[in-house]
């Protein structure tokens, strides 16, 4: 006899609309019990359960109910983890557990995930754009001063006069060594105008600056957050042709065509001999080679990263990596890394994923049973998902289809109110279809309802 399922609604959390429970004995539960294979299967501890690398900020992660979740830090070797947030460690395959159905960097760059592999193996990951933006434009306009006024310089000579006891009497004379000049007026280049790049054209604006700019792929979002008088131009070579600074706020991009060395020699040629450049994006964006010969020459190099060749050079000055480290951006990025996994396993919707297609949800009956399908994005696949429900005789009241690069992302919206369902064989028929890759039933006991089909084998 097939197991069967009825509903009730249940409301515990904001983020889950009608949401329904298995009622006792309706289902075997252990069926849902996600991360294990099914010949070793556990029941579920009622809660989802968030793994953590790295501090993680406390307030970001107030954002996870406590009725609903259990958050656990990197030490915690149990490996039934539904989601993973992390900062700056550097993610192994090894350390994400079968039953991990999505990963948020609290950040924006997502280099330390390996996005391409867990694209194949159908999890999609997050990141907080802009979380951080105020944070890094702070940061950027000190190095524009610290590119102007050689204020570094000057604190380490006074400290030097000071342990000699010369400070008060040398400290007039030897102001002189460290003339610089002001910003107003001056013309700044803006390489990328996404969050970070145009909060720092609208702020070095509104301190007296002339902007110029450049992005292919501008957004109707930044667009408007620009100044007025920006001067938008068709390459990098045009925005920076009178720059007397020039910010780079691109990704960094491996691979053929991506940007990793994109400001080299030939750029910074074209620079003014004594023009300031600002890195606090990527180091990988700068060739080192190309950037000693534009110091040797009289440029300024003002970067939030490390550089084996020029770290020590007289024109360029190197931070920490400090760009995001305030406490308010560390609690916006974790906030928004939450709030962004919850939305996910709570409803089914993405935002923010860096491999994922963006997917915005309905709110559903309480008739209906929501199931998402992740799977490979190939001619016929859709079609063979649709036909499952339609053997079963189930109607379809809602469906969405969605598609980025090489993975397609499904939900689909089931009436429940025409009798039971075996949804323990619906759910193996759905994921041990070619070209899928997991399935998973949006309601019922957190952290229960998801399958992966790894390599022709089932698991639950």
Known sequence: MANTVS?????????????????????????????????????????????????????????????LYEVKAEEWDSNNAHA???????????????????????????NNVPVAR???????????????????????????????????????????????????????????????????????AVIGLGHIGASTARDAAALGMDITGYDPGLSIESALKLPRDIQLCDSISSAIASADYVS??????????????????????QLKPNAVVLNFARGELVDSEGMKGFLDNGGKYISDFPDDLVWEHENAILLPHLGASTEEAEDAAAA??????????????????????????????????????????????????????????LNITQQINQSRGDVAYNVLDIEATSGSIDLKELQKGLTMTDGVLSSRVVFGTPGVGYARNIEGEYWV
């Open 336 to 393: 928004m890394a939450a709030e962004t996994i919850r939305e996910y396993i709570e409803t089914g919707a993405i935002r923010n994923s860096v491999n994922f297609p963006n997917t915005s949800l309905p709110s559903r009956s309480e008739t209906v049973v929501r199931i998402s399908v992740v799977n490979k994005n190939i001619p016929g696949v859709l079609a063979k998902i649709t036909e499952t429900f339609a053997k079963e005789n």
């Open 118 to 188: 867990m694209t194949e193996i159908g999890i999609p990951v997050f990141n907080t754009p802009g979380a951080n933006a105020n944070a890094v434009k702070e940061l950027v306009l000190c190095g524009l001063l610290l590119g102007s006024r050689k204020i570094v310089d000057g604190v380490n000579h006074m400290k030097d006069l000071g342990s000699k006891g010369l400070a008060k009497e040398r400290v007039e004379k030897d102001k002189a060594m460290f003339g610089g000049q002001e910003i107003r007026g001056k013309t700044l």
């Open 7 to 67: 509903f009730a609604v249940r409301r515990t959390a904001p983020l889950v609309h009608n949401a329904r429970f298995f009622s006792s004995g309706a289902v075997d539960i252990d069926h849902y019990a996600s991360g294990w294979n099914s010949k070793d299967m556990v029941t579920s501890s009622g809660k989802y359960q968030i793994k953590t690398f790295n501090k993680i900020s406390p307030k970001g992660l107030e954002k996870f109910p406590s009725e």
């Open 248 to 269: 780079l706020n691109i990704p960094y991009i491996k691979g053929e065509g991506g940007t990793h060395g994109i400001i080299g020699s030939d750029v910074l040629g």
């Open 84 to 110: 993973i947030l992390l900062r700056s460690h550097k993610l192994q395959e090894s350390e994400i557990d079968v039953s991990v159905r999505a990963i948020a960097r609290c950040g924006a760059g997502t």
